[in-house]
């Protein structure tokens, strides 16, 4: 009998979950889907303004993923390679919307397509979510409104730095950017702040846009359904 105990999947390195992903181990998937869901999803909103459209772009970016996951060669972390093809999707999402016509808006079935997938109650969405309601304050409400009216590449930058922590190097891996650019643009976008946000604030950054619970558990099944489990 084989005796060899596996490595617990929460602590397995990455390298480790994308051999079993690729051997079809359902919970390997789910672990590295779980372990990058928050930082993805911060990703693509920074790029599409909108909840529901960053669900869409985190969906579609991880069945592209896991359909290439066979050509990473860790010449980037992981990370990395999964945040370059979520905003890759999220960049195109925001060009076809800047090329539909007006009379195509809201015909074009995308709502649809999320419902065979993930399963909405009836009446959509509850009118209170218990997981945003403890997660998020008034005071997070006002900090992400104030990073939405951001330009793009300024928020992008600063949600990859400030709200998820990402470092100089990973946002200019990540972005496709000069280390001296996101340094630029973090600066510009904390200076159009300045009169919306008070430094006290920064401790609450990392409760912005969460992304965990029930809503990290959808994204996760959707996908591991997707990809024929």
Known sequence: MHKHKPEPLETASDAELVSRALARDQLAVRTLIQRYNRRLYRAARSIVADDSEAEDV?????LRAFAALGTFRAE???ATWLTRIVLNEAFQRVRRRIDMPISAIGRDGRQMQMADVIPFPA???PAIDPERAMAQTELCRIVESAIDA????????LVARVVEGMSVEETAAAF???????KTRLH???K???DALAEHLGPHFGDVF????KRCERITDAVVCRLGF
Do not use: H, I, W
């Open 76 to 78: 980037s972390t992981l």
């Open 150 to 157: 951001l330009p793009q590449d300024f928020r992008a930058v």
């Open 210 to 213: 969460p992304f965990d619970g």
């Open 192 to 194: 159009l702040l300045k």
């Open 58 to 62: 985190l969906q579609e970016a991880y």
């Open 123 to 125: 009446s959509s969405r």
């Open 176 to 182: 496709d950017l000069l280390p001296e650019t996101v």
């Open 188 to 190: 510009r976008a904390r």
